[in-house]
């Protein structure tokens, strides 16, 4: 069974960082692609990031260009997101996903951008 | 970018009604679209692929359809459990691009 745990979210200041983790299991992690979608207080789905199976690519959305860095560690199975300069507007529910397709999701994280 | 224009925003029907709803992509990107359903306080779940594929696990009352720029979700005989919102999204380009969602209220 597919399971992806998102970990590391909190309230931060603006201006600051912080790292989101998601620990994959039930498919063969180093085989497949993933991405971070992330979702405002009462808004509509975003995409933010995709790293490829072995990490080569990456691709980020305009919003996030430079700000953040996906990368992933197939020993551990897990994908971060590392988020610096974080904005208000950056407050949201981060999930992980899988597979071209995003056809499986974790649970999300919250991440709270507030002086 | 590719635009994802979804609709309608809201709709409103009865339990065993057939309902549809459209994404229309700005440009054409042949069959590279997906469809989730979120219900509130949950995260989104997939339930088609490459635009009319049926996501294992998910009921046959849910199919889609379409081709290049103009693509169609339709749940039959709408259940209980679909009220939930509905996202389309395409994954032939990046940036990916989501639909603005579909709020079906029962």
């Known amino acids: 069974q597919v399971y992806l745990e998102e970990s590391g979210g909190g309230v931060v200041q603006p201006g600051k960082s912080l790292r989101l983790s998601c620990a994959a299991s039930?498919?063969?992690?180093?085989?497949?692609?993933m991405h971070w979608v992330r979702q405002a207080p009462g808004k509509g789905l975003e995409w933010v990031a995709t790293?490829?199976?072995?990490?080569?690519?990456?691709y980020y959305a305009d919003s996030v260009q430079g700000r953040f860095t996906v990368s992933r560690d197939t020993s551990k199975s897990t994908v971060y997101l590392q988020m610096n300069s974080l904005r208000g507007e950056d407050t949201a529910t981060y999930f992980c996903?899988?597979?071209?397709?995003?056809?499986?999701w974790g649970q999300g994280t919250r991440v709270a951008v507030s002086s | 970018d590719i635009q994802m224009t979804q609709s309608p925003p809201s709709l409103s029907a009865s339990v065993g009604d057939r309902v549809t709803i459209s994404c229309r992509a700005s440009?054409?990107?042949?069959?590279?679209v997906a469809w989730f359903q979120q219900k509130v306080g949950k995260a989104p779940q997939s339930l088609i692929y490459?635009?009319?594929s049926l996501q294992s696990g998910v009921p046959s009352r849910f199919s889609g359809s379409g081709s290049g720029t103009n693509f169609t979700l339709t749940i039959n005989s709408l259940q209980p459990e679909d009220f939930a919102t509905y996202y389309c999204?395409?994954?032939?380009?990046?940036?990916?691009?989501f639909g603005g969602g579909t709020k079906v209220d029962i």
């Open positions: 996903t899988k597979d071209r397709a995003n056809t499986d």
């Open positions: 039930g498919f063969l992690f180093s085989s497949t692609v």
């Open positions: 790293i490829s199976f072995d990490g080569s690519d990456l």
């Open positions: 440009q054409g990107i042949n069959n590279y």
């Open positions: 490459a635009a009319s």
């Open positions: 999204q395409q994954y032939k380009y990046y940036p990916r691009t």
